[in-house]
């Protein structure tokens, strides 16, 4: 019955979804109030129906409902409640309908706090998202409903993949949809103004939140990813140029990338037109990714071909609303008036530097996602493009912008003065490469590379804490005032230099692991040791373990140090029993920013021997490998004070505030 | 806790699993350290022909290790990496490598990221050159000039 609720709520949403997608932009047309105020109501009813359908499966899965089909062939009785909850967007039908949950929790938002924006934008703006909700509320009603019933009941679920049954699986696709699909927010913005043709400095301020908020998340749910893959895999990688990475990954460039150029607009008016096609492009890039996890065109173009019907629909998706969104922004573009000019060396000079390098690297990403499935379609020819070609294609792409990132704010607007950035800079580089030559001093036979790209990530944080130092006037004016003057920044201003700040973090977390990561594996029978990083690991015994739903071999390790012990480490093999799938379940030990990472492999049986004498044990030393993480969530950080900016709250550009004593606060915002 | 080698063999005969395999196996490994390195290279370079997207370096799977022996062999029998990577497209196609080869069909790709930034600075270049003749802004006469001059100088003479 509760079932039967849940897809009839949906239903109903998307009645709800069709008004919310006409109503309100026949009203803005007209200028009937009554009308755009339906955006609002059918927005925020949209939102309660879906969050019932969605409430509704989640029953389902937690009183383990095997009647359903999706509850029967992802979930188990035994399985612990928290992935019982999980696994309710552990699939596709159920992680479509957290999608569309999140894309109208926007909607809402929007119609919610949305007050201070004018009727008219704000009518337009949640009429486009009606279009997105009802698009997609009717691919899951067609083609995925997660309501449809099986008869008879099965007794017993089939379990949800156990690589999937894991906290962090709890955490990373509601984190990443919320990124993913709060872009929508930025791509409705533009796609109403298009339609209304005008565009101005305020536009960017009312966007610049939720583009914040969407780039916040997909920051965290992408750094939830990487460390997931990491520890749950199996072999501590952390980043594999998979095309399902790729496709959370282009967003983020190109969200990075909007980040940016929509501070230009902001501040100067100037870069409009640029503006409007970024939000545009990373909300396609979007739903893109969407198109190529879902359609099953990624795991190869036959299996597409064979069963289409998904991955039509959401093509059809695709077409219309990229295809639309283009066509009009053809159509209104010309027309937008772009404002403010600027010298090349400028600030917003240094962000079209940013731009152009950030949106290179989307389309590296994008063509080199692509261009195995154009080709295969095309010429029937096979080949691959993996990690390979993005490290060589990617990574050049980048050293040049990290160079580029401390210069940036210390431009000023309109006319900056490169040479006077640059010596502002000499202390920050000269520590940086300092930093850099004494790590690689320390670490014998580290190759002089490493040592200047570990200086660049130092450059970026040592900049970052430069352009903060210069705001408050450190060396210019007494301590105590520069206390108070950095105190008195603006939060955005803080927010930047932060997200700076642990983009530079992340650069030496990436460069330490590369360069000095080293790797020991031996078959190894109890009471032997393997050395790796400086630490001696003992392998001391095996043991069988039983948990909830797999059976597990535990490997005990005792970690030794100059000769003295100093923890000890688990690290096992998995069964998952529904599905008989082998899981290794990897033990790491952290020490510092680094980590001791070790796993299991096969039993290894002599000749001869009945039973096993040893398994093959691999350890890895990964120095400095949190700092990857670690470096992401300083800048969602920083993405999250900047979004505690009065001026984002308030909405509107006001009036200077009275200046305070402690000395006027000059310098613009980030 | 109870001797490792009983246990092992018990579960081993009760559960009789397949349990995944490792990437490189410690069997696999050469003797000679260099070799090896250039093996490991090479090994990050070649697909999984039945994996979803990892290099046989990274892979579990059967074919993967076959294909891991097979380039050791070669290492050994004195072959180039270049020479190596020939005979491995020739039996399994250029599927099989992850960094695509230069060739015509795979021009567009190694010249896209090229292309992009090229367009890229040719647009802001058009951008901005079309707005230079604003940037500069009306310039003042040498009269206003002598204004401005006179009015500074009255001023520092005042303070």
């Not at chain 1, 993913?180 to 305020?202: H, N, P, Q, T």
């Not at chain 1, 580029?404 to 520590?431: M, N, T």
Request: net charge neutral; with cysteine; charged share 15%.
């Amino acid at each position: 019955m509760i079932v039967e609720l849940g897809h009839y709520a949906l239903i109903i949403a998307f009645a709800t979804a069709l008004v919310q997608s006409v109503l309100p932009v026949v009203g803005a047309r007209r200028g009937d109030q009554s009308l755009m105020a339906i955006g609002d109501t059918s927005a925020i009813v949209s939102f309660l129906l879906v969050l019932l359908s969605f409430c509704a499966l989640t029953y389902a899965y937690v009183v383990s409902d095997f009647s359903v089909q999706n509850v029967y062939e992802n979930s188990h009785s035994l399985k612990p409640m928290i992935y019982k909850i999980s696994g309710v967007w552990g699939n596709h039908e159920g992680s479509m309908l957290l999608w569309i949950l999140i894309l109208v929790f926007f909607s809402a938002l929007v119609a919610f706090f949305g007050r201070n924006l004018p009727k008219s934008l704000r009518a337009n703006v949640l009429a486009v998202q009606g279009w997105i909700t009802t698009a997609f509320l009717l691919f899951v009603l067609q083609t995925s409903n997660p309501f449809a019933r099986i008869v008879p009941t099965p007794m017993e679920g089939r379990d949800l993949n156990p690589i999937l049954q894991d906290i962090g699986l709890a955490i990373h696709p509601p984190l990443l949809y919320l990124g993913y699909v709060g872009f929508s927010i930025c791509f409705s913005f533009a796609v109403a103004a298009l339609i209304e043709g005008r565009i101005d400095a305020a536009w960017a301020r009312w966007v610049r939140p939720w583009t914040l908020t969407a780039w916040i998340f997909l920051t965290g749910g992408i750094a939830m990813g990487s460390y997931w893959a990491y520890y749950e895999l199996g072999w501590g990688g952390w980043w594999f140029w998979d095309p399902v990475e790729n496709a959370s990954f282009m967003p983020w460039l190109a969200g990075t990338a909007l980040l940016h150029s929509a501070l230009v607009m902001e501040k100067r008016e100037a870069l409009k037109i640029w503006t409007i096609l970024l939000a545009i492009i990373t909300f396609s890039l979007s739903l893109l990714g969407t198109f190529l996890v879902r359609s099953g065109v990624l795991t190869s173009v036959h299996t597409f071909a064979s069963d289409p019907s998904r991955g039509v629909f959401i093509l059809a998706i695709l077409v219309v609303f990229i295809g639309g969104a283009f066509g009009l922004f053809a159509l209104r573009a010309t027309s937008l008036k772009s404002g403010g000019l600027f010298q090349p060396i400028s600030r917003e000079g240094g962000l079209v530097l940013n731009n152009l390098f950030l949106t290179t690297a989307t389309a590296t990403v994008l063509i080199g996602t692509l261009y195995p499935l154009l080709l295969e379609t095309v010429t029937g020819e096979k080949i691959s493009v993996g990690p390979p070609f993005f490290n060589l294609t990617f990574g050049p792409l980048m050293i040049p912008l990290l160079l580029a990132v401390p210069f940036g704010p210390l431009l000023a607007w309109k006319r900056g003065d490169l040479l006077g950035a640059a010596q502002r800079l000499y202390v920050a580089a000269g520590l940086a490469l300092l930093a850099g030559l004494i790590v690689v001093y320390f670490t014998t036979g580290a190759p002089v590379l490493a040592a200047l790209a570990l200086a660049i990530g130092f450059f970026v944080m040592f900049g970052a804490v430069t352009d903060l130092a210069l705001r408050a006037g450190v060396g210019k004016v007494s301590a105590g005032i520069a206390m108070r003057r950095l105190a008195g920044l603006p939060r955005s201003a803080f927010g930047g230099a932060m997200a700076h700040f642990g983009l530079g973090v992340m650069v030496i977390g990436i460069v330490a692991v590369t360069a000095f990561e080293t790797e020991a594996v031996a078959e190894m029978a109890p009471g032997e040791t393997i050395d790796a990083g400086g630490y001696t690991l003992r392998f001391d015994s095996m043991d069988p373990n039983q948990g909830p739903n797999y059976v597990e071999d535990v490997g005990h390790f005792t970690v030794l140090r100059n000769g003295a012990e100093i923890s000890r480490m688990d690290s096992a093999k998995r069964v998952y029993t529904a599905r008989q799938m082998p899981t290794t379940e990897a033990g790491i030990l952290t020490r510092g920013f680094s980590q001791l990472y070790v796993s299991l492999g096969d039993f290894v049986t002599p000749e001869g021997a009945e039973a096993p004498t040893a398994i093959v044990v691999r350890v890895w030393w990964k120095p400095q490998v949190t700092l990857i993480w670690i470096g992401s969530v300083i800048m969602a950080f920083g993405g999250l004070i900047s979004l505690s900016d009065r001026r984002l709250r308030v909405g509107a550009p006001k009036p200077h505030r009275q200046r305070k004593a402690g000395g006027p606060v000059m310098e613009p915002a980030e | 806790m109870i001797g490792g080698a009983r246990i092992m063999a018990l579960l081993i005969v009760v559960m009789g699993l397949a349990s995944p395999a490792f990437a490189v196996q410690p069997n696999e490994i050469l003797d000679d350290p260099a070799l090896e390195q250039r093996a490991r290279s090479i090994s990050a370079e070649l697909r999984c022909m039945v994996c979803q997207n990892q290099s046989i370096d990274d892979s579990d799977a059967e074919l993967a290790r076959d294909l891991r022996v097979l380039v050791r062999e070669r290492l050994v029998s004195g072959d180039t990496d270049e020479q190596v990577y020939d005979y491995v497209v020739s039996r399994y196609g250029e599927f099989v490598l992850l960094r695509p080869r230069l060739s015509i069909q795979t021009l567009a790709l190694w010249a896209a990221p090229i292309l992009v930034m090229g367009a890229g600075i040719a647009a802001i270049a058009t951008f901005l050159r079309n707005r230079d003749p604003l940037q500069a802004g009306p310039t003042l006469t040498e009269g206003e000039e002598k204004a401005i001059a006179d009015l500074l100088k009255e001023r520092s003479n005042r303070s």
